[in-house]
């Protein structure tokens, strides 16, 4: 029996690969399949069965492309109901795996249909979950993303309540936990950093699974703090559910090369977001006018789900060299399928055809405490609520990047505005943005809120955030 975790940081998402005597299961795959088919070849193995823990919202599934490459079996939990060919599981149905076997344990609670795979070895011990966003290393899923008229968040964090304490915490102390997701998934508000733990372990220190926890308890705890969804969240889960365009052309479409001439004539006519995804110290230097950025040296497939709201936009690249793949690769992941090239030669291609570039002001960090000491400065801090709310300078305006598309109407295009947030990317998005939409007085504080610490310049006093 083999067990790979194959966990991907952008998304904090682990997908996973079992073989077990030439025949294989694949868990939660990415939408790009042609890893898993190159490691089943690898092992003379066959891929016999897709399973899915849920609709998953957070990220496009990569179960259709690999059930039509392999043949392999595409199986949901109950209640599952889909626009192409699946097999809906029973509760507790067993399926073959060479010498192991995968139990469907129906959990619902985060959706309908959620539902925990128990691998049980070739000497008939339970060995490990697969729990997808039931239960998490820390947490448990959140339960307010597969809301019908007839239930409320509560009533399926109700639902979760029972799943947990009847098909899972009765397992043994020693089964293996495999998330879905780690840290920095928006799936739930506590995820540890850790992708693997014991549910022994998990009983002890995940609050979720407290023993002594009324179901009335369970409900406000699981409830409480949970911020609003990423607006792509309820588009991923449709194309999971509905179907989507195979991985493969979505590739051979969105990464063609276009030369500077080529590039800005589609740009205009199909109204192209040109999304330029360098370091962010390459795009402050010089980028094209009124292009965004979100680099993929960050957590780049969250942030263009959160930030573009149309998942159908055209998108046009401007990528580091030999990035391309890549970049219309990670777009997939998240349901982003219309981008249409980059630019071939990148920035320096462009310049070098006479066209103009825009560049960003960056200071750092002493330089503008310096200012800060000498003027009043308009301050915008783009962190998330609980990293304000955790510490923050005293006259900084609080303008979360994730809710910038409607906070257009808090800044004012006439002032001059420095913007930082914990460590320099996410302020860069931000100025992009704004820049974009006709700010033009703005100013990025290089090294974000870390460096600004360093200066002495006032903040409030520091409130550990586990306690928001």
Request: glycine letters at 8%.
């Amino acid at each position: 029996m083999n067990i790979e975790q194959l966990y991907t940081g952008c998304l904090a998402q682990g997908a996973y690969y079992i073989e077990s005597e030439g025949e294989v299961a694949i868990i939660d795959p990415l939408r790009e399949t042609q890893q898993y088919i190159d490691k089943a070849n690898a092992e003379n193995a066959k891929i016999k069965y897709v399973f899915e823990t849920h609709f998953h919202a957070d990220f496009v599934s990569g179960h259709i492309d690999l059930a039509q490459k392999t043949g392999a079996k595409i199986v949901f939990g109950p209640t599952a109901q889909t626009d192409y060919d699946i097999y809906s599981a029973k509760d507790n149905e067993e399926f073959k795996i060479g010498k192991i076997t995968i139990k469907a344990l129906h959990t619902p609670g985060h959706t309908l249909e959620s539902t925990t795979y128990l691998l049980i070895d070739e000497n008939g011990k339970d060995h490990a979950i697969f729990s997808g966003d039931t239960l998490f290393l820390g947490d448990v899923g959140r339960p307010d993303l597969a809301i019908k008229s007839d239930l409320t968040k509560e009533d399926l964090a109700a639902m979760l309540f029972d799943s947990l304490r009847t098909k899972i915490m009765p397992l043994a102390n020693d089964v293996i936990v495999y998330p879905a997701h780690g840290a920095g998934s928006a799936c739930g508000k506590n995820l540890s950093k850790e992708t693997v733990d014991t549910l022994g372990n998990q009983k002890k220190t995940n609050y979720a699974l407290r023993e002594d926890m009324t179901k009335a308890e369970f409900v406000e705890e699981v409830l409480d703090g949970i911020a609003p969804p990423p607006q792509y969240f309820a588009k991923n889960a449709m194309m999971n559910k509905m179907g989507y365009d195979a991985f493969d052309s979505v590739l051979s479409k969105g990464d063609n090369p276009l030369n500077s001439e080529d590039f800005e004539a589609l740009a205009n006519h199909e109204s192209a977001l040109v999304l330029d995804v360098r370091p962010q110290s390459e795009f402050i230097k010089g980028h094209i006018p009124n292009s965004i950025f979100i680099g993929l040296n960050g957590g780049f497939a969250p942030w263009v789900g959160a930030l573009i709201t149309d998942i159908k936009q055209p998108i046009l690249l401007v990528v580091p060299e030999g990035k391309s793949t890549e970049a219309v690769t990670r777009l997939s992941r998240v349901g982003y399928d219309n981008t249409l090239g980059y630019l071939e030669g990148g920035i320096e291609a462009w310049k070098a055809s006479g066209r103009d570039i825009e560049t960003l002001e960056s200071i750092s960090a002493e330089t503008f405490a310096a200012k800060a000491k000498a003027e009043k400065l308009n301050i915008l801090d783009v962190r998330k609520d609980g990293e304000y709310q955790s510490m923050h300078l005293e006259d900084a305006q609080h303008f979360a990047l994730d809710y910038i598309n409607n906070q257009m109407n808090e800044v004012d295009r006439d002032k001059t505005y420095h913007i930082h947030c914990a460590g320099g990317y996410r302020s860069v998005i931000a100025a992009s943005i704004l820049k974009a939409r006709g700010f033009h007085n703005l100013v990025d504080i290089a090294g974000g809120f870390g460096a600004i610490k360093k200066t002495d310049l006032k903040t409030t006093n520091f409130v550990c955030p586990s306690t928001l």
